[in-house]
């Protein structure tokens, strides 16, 4: 069995393992997923409740509940992905089925002569994000793999990019992440295999470097896969008081699991240059925990309009990386080991927070008897407050200005609908999402259609929901120097609910 090494970067030096706007991104916007009913009237039920899903945008939507109700969805998902650097070229098709959601609310009536009519207790889980996907990019750029290492390494003195005497590759890779931090060790990764060379190779103290490939364009064939989720337990109170006005409250547990690997091919150099092939391939592995609250309340202003309002506050995610990578070339003079270090060889680092930011919701909605209803939410979340913690970190604290601003106040909408015959449900919806950047045209707005049909009998009833959204969005391939992938992200998710009142 092939024996694993691993190395813990210590203090500041975890801030430096490329934790990026990018992961505060990726926890801080959210799919709508859950039940069907929820999924096929776009999630517009911050006003409406009796929906378990509901309590994500509201949870104060527990207490409309008016007895015991169980539910549990299970879905199909597939992603169409087309990615390149000018344009969206190459496609990709990723699919599988995940557990939604799955839990209850228990209704106990008030028998005193309180103002509480009613107090609900709701026990749920549902997938905040399934991270299950994959992109390629394929074509022809004038930034080389070169470029990424030239970045790192430029003002970082030659002499402990050396290996020293009786020192292997691999320990002296772990010497210098362990000693100077991330950026050296990328630096010290290009220089043995060959990608980059010193301007002085005979003074320690040279701090200047040169590519070792030489071309107009290059040809990349870049492959990165992604799986696993982020998942909510949430334990919700609310209650009923007097007829008109619900209010709530929820405490959600996060579970997070998220692994990267990438592969890049890069060819196509100049005929005469001292490099005519390179790769350089990663693996991420990210797990943790998270916690947030959220507050709210619904308020019947007649028999027809239901008003609504929430508040999500902040998840606070504690996350730990372990990070492994490979990079070789057919440079003449590099160092012939650089091949042990490989995704074996895995760095871990400290944990780390990253603090996405707060959502209010206000809603409204318009409910015609056992015919049917109208629901609308709009929602505002201020994407600059996202942050990596600790932020006495300096690279953290870097980054974090670099997120404030790049990123802005975003908002969204949601739009559904449901109309009933007899024991059949008709549902449409409809959802937005602003771009969570100021100013970035490759990012652009999230939208989503969704349509379904449920049908009750007794106390059963089943649902089914399709959802279709469409997004453009760029995504760096490495951290710096290199160009990044523009993306067309297609999500259809086909998804069916059980439940049962009791």
């Known amino acids: 069995m092939k024996r694993i090494f691993t190395f813990i970067l210590l203090g500041l030096c975890a801030g430096a393992s490329a934790q990026t706007i990018g992961d505060a991104l990726r926890y801080s916007l959210d799919e709508t997923m859950g039940t069907a009913r929820f999924q096929a009237m776009g999630g517009a039920f911050g006003a409406l409740g009796g929906d378990l899903s509901a309590l994500n945008i509201n949870p104060a939507g527990s207490a409309v509940f008016k007895n015991g109700f169980l539910s549990v969805t299970g879905g199909h998902y597939n992603r169409d992905n087309r990615a390149g650097f000018s344009g969206y070229g190459t496609a990709t098709n990723f699919s599988g089925v ?16 309180s103002g509480w009519k009613k107090l609900a207790l709701a026990l749920n889980y549902d997938l905040v994000q399934n991270f299950d996907d994959e992109f390629r990019v394929v074509g022809t750029t004038g930034v080389g793999l070169d470029n990424y290492f030239l970045n790192f390494a430029q003002g970082v003195p030659l002499g402990p990019l050396r290996v020293q005497q009786g020192e292997s590759i691999v320990d002296a890779y772990f010497d210098i992440g362990s000693s100077l931090g991330f950026a050296d060790q990328q630096a010290f990764l290009g220089f ?29 064939d870049y492959l990165q896969q992604t799986n696993g989720y982020d998942s909510r337990f949430t334990v919700n109170f609310s209650g009923q008081y007097e007829d008109n006005l619900f209010l709530g409250a929820s405490v959600n547990l996060h579970s997070v699991l998220y692994e990267r690997v990438t592969f890049m091919d890069e060819t196509g150099y100049d005929a005469g240059s001292a490099i005519q092939s390179s790769t350089f391939d990663s693996f991420l592995h990210t797990e943790g925990s998270g916690v947030s609250f959220s507050l709210g309340a619904i308020a019947r202003v007649n028999d027809n309009v239901r ?6 506050s902040p998840t ?18 590099k160092n012939p080991n650089i091949t042990n270090i490989d995704f074996g060889v895995v760095n871990l680092f400290e944990d780390y927070t990253v603090k996405t930011p707060g959502k209010w919701t206000g809603s409204v909605a318009l409910v015609f008897g056992k015919q049917g209803l109208v629901s609308f939410d709009y929602d505002y979340q201020d994407f600059s407050k996202a942050q990596l913690r600790p932020t006495s970190d300096p690279s953290f604290s870097s980054e974090n200005e670099f997120i404030s601003q790049e990123l802005g106040g975003a908002s969204g909408f949601r739009l559904g609908g449901e109309y009933r015959i007899e024991q059949v449900s008709l549902r449409g919806g409809y959802r937005f999402r602003q771009s969570p950047y100021q100013n970035n045209s490759a990012w652009g707005d999230l939208q989503g259609y969704s349509g379904g049909i449920g049908y009750s009998w007794g106390p059963n009833r089943l649902d089914l929901a399709y959802t279709r959204t469409e ?3 760029s995504e ?10 523009l993306i067309n992200r297609i999500r259809n998710y086909l998804t069916l609910s059980y439940s049962l009142n009791f």
């Open 98 to 113: 995940e557990l939604n959601q799955v839990g209850g609310v228990f209704v106990f009536n008030s028998l005193g002569g």
């Open 192 to 220: 043995q295999a060959g990608f980059i060379d010193p301007v002085n190779p005979d003074d320690d103290g040279n701090t200047q470097y040169f590519s070792n490939a030489s071309y107009a364009t290059v040809n990349q």
């Open 307 to 312: 008003v609504g309002g929430s508040y999500q």
């Open 316 to 333: 606070w995610y504690n996350l730990a990386d372990d990070f492994a990578q490979r990079a070789n070339t057919d440079f003449a003079d």
């Open 471 to 473: 997004q453009d969005v």
């Open 476 to 485: 760096a391939l490495y951290d710096g120097g290199l160009n990044d992938a």
